[in-house]
């Protein structure tokens, strides 16, 4: 069954035309309960309701901190579809970078998932701007309020937005020690989502597996995309091999960090017999090790793999790297490449000193210009300058080449930046942690191979004169003060950090022992 649809402004355009044209259609699935395009439509109808009835309108911002929910994504329809705009924190950061985040953002209504209401309480008088908290889902003694708002509600329409408008606001690790909120319009993502389209080959007749969390471009931006070409999606509270098994039956579609590849290859005939009936495998958010996409090239032979790169700042994928590629005996080395420019994208790669643009083949910073370039980072006009050109090109700080053909290959970074299990962690915002240890004198952190999260974090550090540093209790000093994510793995002890004529640490050496003999340093 093909039903087409009109051109969408906004991006909660689509679920009005499905509930329309598909009423009775199978649209949201979530542990266990479904609902049809109407169903859904007039539940966010009357959320629609429920935010005007709480002040919120064009300009306003509303924020969720919590795992997946199909709230999350409700919210993101309906409170950008009326001209506000949807802030997600990293439900996985500290409460003090939570607390940074919603400060940012300037939320004023705040979904809080019940099991995270401890740490929100715990910052609650750190949020001036904050005046009204939904909570979502029950944990112990704390009880679900967003059903009950939802269903008392009376129905709304869900217009006043325009397509210039910011409808997300996804935040990044930031380079000076803080996260940025990456500015995303209905534009933005109208345009990801039918670049999307061309790759996922995803309609009525399937059903996309959304496991990724949606405080990320990876979760949210190919849900946008699902409702946007009528696709049924299927949400996980998060990406654990519980919540996995048990939103994978009647999945066609699913993307997932290439970490999550790795343990289901561990785990043997059941990780294996776990995507067997995927038609689409798609990966992103951080490289693939070699070894383990020739497994699962071989373990899923029948399934279409597709590899895609991007960035919040983008609003998800840029570039795509096709089945077809991944298999292509003529050219193995494409199995290592990001891929070739996806619709409505311009690739150059540039001198990062004389920002000019270089041959095929020869190394540079990669830019990206077109539709999907966000409107800027939220607060920060002079990190928006620094990213996005006046004409356009937005500078990703990645370090690669365009082959003949225009396959990009990505090799390095230019920011100081690790990538571990598809979460961005900035060497700068830990260190500036780690330079608080009492017993610490000097430190860099730097990214080291890592087989099944890619890169991992590790922080090389000088003691200061007399001290003796613990390595296990730099570790925890650190995951008090950052996401466990963002605190190192490893610690190094040495008695100084080597540099240059100008006193600038070298990190190159740092990393070069880590990274030899490897085609790639990133």
Same mark, same amino acid.
């Given at each position: 069954?093909?039903?087409?649809?009109?051109?969408?402004?906004?991006?909660?355009?689509?679920?009005? %035309?499905?509930?329309?044209?598909?009423?009775?259609?199978?649209?949201?699935?979530?542990?266990?309960?479904?609902?049809?395009?109407?169903?859904?439509?007039?539940?966010?109808? *009357?959320?629609?309701?429920?935010?005007?009835?709480?002040?919120?309108? *064009?300009?306003?911002?509303?924020?969720?901190?919590?795992?997946?929910?199909?709230?999350?994504?409700?919210?993101?329809?309906?409170? #950008?579809?009326?001209?506000?705009? %949807?802030?997600?924190?990293?439900? *996985?950061?500290?409460?003090?970078?939570?607390?940074? !985040?919603?400060?940012?953002?300037?939320?004023? @209504?705040?979904?809080?998932?019940?099991?995270?209401?401890?740490?929100?309480?715990?910052?609650?008088?750190?949020?001036?701007?904050?005046?009204?908290?939904?909570?979502?889902?029950? =944990?112990?003694?704390?009880?679900?309020?967003?059903?009950?708002?939802?269903?008392?509600?009376?129905?709304?329409?869900?217009?006043?937005?325009?397509?210039?408008?910011?409808?997300?606001?996804?935040?990044?690790?930031?380079?000076?020690?803080?996260?940025?909120?990456?500015?995303?319009? %209905?534009?933005?993502?109208?345009?990801? #989502?039918?670049?999307?389209?061309?790759?996922?080959?995803?309609?009525?007749? %399937?059903?996309?597996?959304?496991?990724?969390?949606?405080?990320?471009?990876?979760?949210?931006?190919?849900?946008?995309?699902?409702?946007?070409?009528?696709?049924?999606?299927?949400?996980?509270?998060?990406?654990?091999?519980?919540?996995?098994?048990?939103?994978?039956?009647?999945?066609?579609?699913?993307?997932?960090?290439?970490?999550?590849?790795?343990?289901? +290859?561990?785990?043997?005939?059941?990780?294996?017999?776990?995507?067997?009936?995927?038609?689409?495998?798609?990966?992103?958010?951080?490289?693939?090790?070699?070894?383990?996409? *020739?497994? #699962?090239?071989?373990?899923?032979?029948?399934?279409?793999?597709?590899? @895609?790169?991007?960035?919040?700042?983008?609003?998800?994928?840029?570039?795509? +790297?096709?089945?077809?590629?991944?298999?292509?005996?003529?050219?193995?080395?494409?199995?290592?490449?990001?891929?070739?420019?996806?619709?409505?994208?311009?690739?150059?790669?540039? =001198?990062?000193?004389?920002?000019?643009? !270089?041959?095929?083949?020869?190394?540079?910073?990669?830019?990206?210009?077109?539709?999907?370039?966000?409107?800027?980072?939220?607060?920060?006009?002079?990190?928006?300058?620094?990213?996005?050109?006046?004409?356009?090109?937005?500078?990703?700080?990645?370090?690669?080449?365009?082959?003949?053909?225009?396959?990009?290959?990505?090799?390095?970074?230019?920011?100081?930046?690790?990538?571990?299990?598809?979460?961005?962690?900035?060497?700068?915002? @830990?260190?500036?942690?780690?330079?608080?240890?009492?017993?610490?004198?000097?430190?860099?952190?730097?990214?080291?191979?890592?087989?099944?999260?890619?890169?991992?974090?590790?922080? @090389?550090?000088?003691?200061?004169?007399?001290?003796?540093?613990?390595?296990?209790? !730099?570790?925890?000093?650190?995951?008090?003060?950052?996401?466990?994510?963002?605190?190192?793995?490893?610690?190094? !002890?040495? #008695?100084?950090?080597?540099?240059?004529?100008?006193?600038?640490?070298?990190?190159?050496? +740092?990393?070069?022992?880590?990274?030899?003999?490897?085609?790639?340093?990133?």
């Amino acid at each position: 069954m093909t039903v087409t649809a009109p051109p969408a402004r906004l991006i909660s355009d689509r679920l009005a %035309h499905w509930a329309s044209e598909l009423p009775d259609t199978p649209a949201l699935r979530y542990q266990g309960t479904d609902l049809t395009w109407s169903q859904w439509y007039e539940r966010c109808e *009357r959320l629609a309701g429920a935010l005007g009835a709480l002040g919120v309108g *064009r300009g306003s911002v509303v924020a969720t901190y919590d795992k997946n929910s199909p709230a999350c994504l409700d919210l993101t329809l309906t409170a #950008s579809g009326i001209g506000a705009a %949807h802030a997600i924190p990293n439900w *996985r950061l500290s409460a003090e970078e939570v607390a940074y !985040v919603l400060n940012d953002s300037g939320a004023e @209504v705040v979904f809080v998932g019940a099991e995270f209401m401890k740490t929100f309480d715990s910052i609650r008088d750190q949020l001036p701007a904050v005046r009204e908290v939904v909570v979502l889902g029950t =944990d112990g003694d704390v009880e679900d309020q967003f059903d009950a708002l939802v269903a008392a509600a009376t129905p709304a329409p869900i217009t006043g937005a325009e397509p210039s408008d910011t409808a997300l606001i996804l935040y990044t690790s930031g380079t000076t020690g803080f996260p940025k909120g990456a500015m995303i319009t %209905h534009s933005n993502m109208v345009a990801h #989502s039918e670049a999307l389209s061309d790759y996922f080959q995803i309609g009525h007749e %399937h059903r996309y597996l959304l496991a990724m969390p949606m405080f990320h471009v990876g979760g949210t931006s190919p849900g946008i995309g699902c409702v946007y070409v009528g696709a049924p999606i299927t949400i996980t509270r998060e990406a654990t091999p519980e919540h996995l098994m048990s939103g994978l039956p009647g999945a066609t579609h699913a993307f997932f960090v290439p970490a999550i590849f790795a343990a289901l +290859l561990q785990a043997g005939e059941v990780g294996a017999k776990a995507l067997s009936q995927l038609q689409l495998l798609c990966y992103g958010a951080a490289p693939m090790p070699a070894p383990v996409l *020739r497994a #699962s090239l071989a373990t899923w032979p029948n399934a279409r793999f597709l590899q @895609v790169y991007g960035m919040t700042e983008l609003s998800g994928a840029v570039v795509a +790297l096709d089945d077809e590629a991944h298999r292509n005996p003529d050219h193995p080395e494409r199995q290592s490449a990001a891929g070739v420019a996806m619709r409505g994208t311009e690739l150059q790669v540039v =001198d990062p000193a004389t920002l000019e643009p !270089v041959p095929a083949n020869t190394p540079g910073e990669v830019w990206v210009r077109g539709g999907t370039v966000m409107a800027g980072y939220l607060n920060k006009p002079e990190a928006t300058a620094d990213t996005i050109r006046p004409d356009g090109w937005l500078r990703t700080g990645d370090v690669g080449h365009l082959d003949d053909d225009g396959f990009l290959f990505i090799s390095d970074r230019v920011k100081d930046m690790i990538i571990t299990g598809g979460e961005n962690v900035y060497c700068p915002e @830990v260190e500036r942690i780690l330079a608080e240890h009492p017993d610490v004198l000097e430190v860099a952190v730097i990214g080291i191979p890592d087989d099944q999260w890619g890169e991992s974090v590790k922080a @090389v550090v000088v003691p200061k004169p007399g001290a003796t540093v613990d390595p296990g209790g !730099v570790i925890s000093y650190a995951r008090e003060r950052l996401a466990h994510f963002k605190a190192p793995r490893t610690v190094d !002890v040495v #008695s100084e950090l080597p540099r240059n004529g100008a006193g600038k640490i070298l990190k190159t050496v +740092l990393r070069q022992p880590y990274w030899e003999g490897r085609d790639r340093q990133v």
